[in-house]
C-alpha cells in the first residue's frame, strides 16, 4: 500500500474501498478526514474581495498586496500564521495553512469574516454577487 492516499467519497463503492483501507491498515497510521475543498466561488470571491482591500486600505502606513492581505485574514480568522525571515534575512515570508487547503466551511468563515473587517474598516466590496451564500452560513471566526 502507499504511503499516502487521497479519495473524494463521492460515491458507496469508494465509501467503502476506504473503510477497508481503514480496517486494515498498519498499526499506527494516521487518517485525516476533511470536510469538501472550497469552492472555486468562494476562491473568486475571496480574490475580488482582497483586491478590494488591497485597494482601499492602507495597514500601519503602508499598502499591502492582496496575497499580504490574504496572509493578514488568515491570520485575523485565527488560523495559523506566521512571518519567518527569510534565508538571507533581507525579509519575512508568510507560514501557515494556505487558503487553497480550506474546506467549503472554513472559506465561508474566512469570507464572513473579511466581510465583517470590511464593514468595520470602511471597505467597499465591488463584487455584489453572493455565489453559495447558503455555505456562508458558518459563525464567523
Not at 476533511?34 to 476562491?43: E, V
Request: aromatic content about 8%.
Amino acid at each position: 500500500m502507499s504511503s499516502r492516499l487521497s479519495y473524494v467519497l463521492w460515491s458507496d463503492e469508494i465509501r467503502q474501498r476506504v473503510a477497508q483501507i481503514v480496517m486494515t491498515a498498519e498499526k499506527d497510521t494516521r487518517v485525516d478526514i476533511k470536510g469538501p475543498k472550497r469552492t472555486l466561488d468562494q476562491n473568486s470571491r475571496m480574490w475580488a474581495m482582497l483586491t478590494d482591500i488591497a485597494e482601499q486600505k492602507v495597514h500601519c502606513g503602508r499598502k499591502y498586496t492582496t496575497d499580504q492581505w490574504k496572509c493578514l485574514m488568515l491570520h485575523g480568522c485565527g488560523r495559523e500564521i506566521q512571518f519567518i525571515p527569510s534565508l538571507d534575512n533581507s525579509t519575512f515570508i508568510p507560514w501557515g495553512q494556505s487558503s487553497s487547503d480550506l474546506s467549503k466551511a472554513e472559506m465561508a468563515e474566512l469570507i464572513e469574516f473579511m466581510l465583517a473587517w470590511g464593514a468595520q474598516n470602511g471597505v467597499v466590496f465591488h463584487d455584489r454577487g453572493e455565489p453559495e451564500r447558503q455555505e456562508w452560513s458558518s459563525e464567523t471566526c
